[in-house]
């Protein structure tokens, strides 16, 4: 059953160490076939060199398991919400990648300071609002996911031109039209959380880019004017 989405799953979760992304098992990549309603995963707590394609695990879209035997991951109930909420996006990516984590911890969103920002993300990254312990206790992945759903809704930001989200105190999710570039947008997170910290240590100025080269950036990338690229004008290949 869904067995290229469990090649195409695997691979992108095998992503994760090479880039950097991951200690030890602390990361999970998922991708979705819209049509069946269902959504592969990687399985909970196995690491990464002992992985194959097999092992990777079905799930509808209620959580419940549909193929698979091992036990899928522990953040599997934050990917329903999501996958339920934003109709359009095709990956999930969840890693506690420092930098990323750094803000996290903090409770500030990754702010849109360059144009290394701005060829991803429209705007800053955002952060959700604490979890409160009856929200823990009540179902705390779950209730994850809705944390993110509602960070997005209150502020009518488009899950598609801001692919990512800091979850205070814990760490951020990416996402994207496949799982491939779900882990692309993760790995310019943190790339991009990284260069920020150093630019916020120089300087406490508010250096944000105007409007006009944010615009300038997103747009040569993304949507129907994007220009940027060979075959495909909205790759997210860099220079």
Excluded: C
């Excluded at 090649?7 to 200690?23: F, H, I, R």
């Excluded at 899928?72 to 984590?101: C, E, K, M, R």
């Excluded at 206790?137 to 809705?146: M, S, V």
Aim: glycine share 8%.
């Amino acid at each position: 059953m869904l067995e290229q989405l469990k090649q195409d799953v695997y691979d992108a979760n095998m992503q994760l160490p090479k880039l950097g992304l991951v200690t030890f098992t602390w990361g999970n990549v998922s991708g979705i076939d819209r049509d069946a309603g269902l959504f592969v995963i990687k399985p909970s707590g196995v690491a990464y060199d002992e992985l194959t394609p097999a092992d990777m695990v079905v799930v509808d879209l209620q959580g419940r398991v549909v193929e698979g035997k091992l036990n899928p991951s522990s953040d599997t109930p934050t990917h329903v919400v999501l996958y339920n909420a934003f109709q359009d996006i095709g990956g999930i990516v969840h890693t506690h990648s420092p930098w990323a984590v750094a803000f996290a911890s903090a409770g500030l969103p990754v702010p849109a300071l360059n144009t290394t920002a701005a060829d991803t993300f429209y705007g800053d990254v955002p952060v959700t609002a604490p979890l409160s312990q009856a929200q823990i206790q009540r179902a705390y992945e779950a209730e994850t996911g809705e944390a993110i759903v509602e960070t997005f809704r209150a502020d009518k930001r488009d899950p598609l031109a801001v692919p990512a989200v800091l979850v205070a105190q814990h760490g951020p999710f990416a996402w994207g039209p496949t799982p491939a570039q779900a882990v692309y947008n993760a790995k310019v997170l943190e790339v991009v959380a990284e260069i920020d910290y150093h630019a916020l240590m120089l300087s406490h100025k508010d250096s944000h880019v105007p409007q006009y080269l944010l615009d300038k950036h997103y747009y040569r990338k993304h949507g129907s004017t994007a220009y940027y690229g060979q075959d495909n004008p909205q790759s997210g290949s860099h220079r």
